[in-house]
């Protein structure tokens, strides 16, 4: 099979591992893999993992990625914060919270990290369409909150709660409380939740 035959069946795919090459054709020469690496066909993702070079152009293909090349996982943190408008910074790493190990990839799609949860905080998400088709997993908005308050207690004061730079108009009118509080209580984590309510109290007073 030459390069060509290969973009035709497996371009829309966007990426894919190896596993799923042999699944397909049981005598697939991985070797190939390594010629059209070479001649900038194809990128190598991470260990196994390879998409078509050309698609660093599409739009959300680094989103698409993420949740493809380390599973379980799904975009939250500071990436889903940007997303959603509820900070104002612009994030170049796509941050993701996993039920495996902590883990970072960097290739010419971009800077993945994946911070660890326990399996029973694994909830709160969900499926996003994105515009190259298929989706990606992400974050609801106060679980995000949620998550990034969990993984990072140093915002322990009003101060702290500031320099997030929250929206404040999404905080006041978009912010889904009784949410919030549910996803919180679900943690049962109960220095989690004195953070959640100075969080609220913070932007509250504002």
């Known amino acids: 099979m030459n390069y060509l035959q290969f973009r035709e069946q ?17 005598n697939f020469d991985p070797g190939a893999l390594s010629r059209w690496v070479k001649k900038g066909y194809i990128t190598k993702l991470r260990q ?21 090349i380390y599973s379980p996982s799904y975009i939250s943190l500071h990436t889903a914060l940007s997303i959603y ?21 960097i290739n010419s799609f971009g800077q993945f ?34 998550d990034l308050l969990y993984l990072y207690p140093q915002y322990n004061s009003a101060e702290a709660m500031r320099e997030l730079r929250f929206d404040e108009w999404w905080m006041h009118e978009q912010l889904n409380h009784d949410r919030l509080i549910a996803f919180t209580h679900q943690t049962s984590k109960k220095a989690l939740t004195k953070r959640i309510e100075l969080l609220i109290k913070t932007y509250k007073d504002d």
């Open 10 to 26: 497996w371009l829309d795919v966007g990426c894919f591992s190896i596993y799923q090459l042999r699944a397909w054709k049981n």
């Open 48 to 68: 196994d993992w390879y998409a078509f070079s050309e698609l660093q152009r599409e739009p959300d293909m680094a989103r698409f990625i993420a949740g493809k």
């Open 85 to 105: 408008g509820i900070i104002p910074e612009a994030v170049t790493q796509i941050t993701c919270v996993t039920s495996n190990r902590t883990t970072s990839y």
């Open 113 to 146: 990290h994946y911070q660890t949860v326990k399996p029973e905080l694994f909830f709160g998400y969900k499926q996003e369409l994105l515009k190259r088709g298929g989706g990606c997993l992400i974050a609801e908005p106060e679980k995000a909150i949620v």
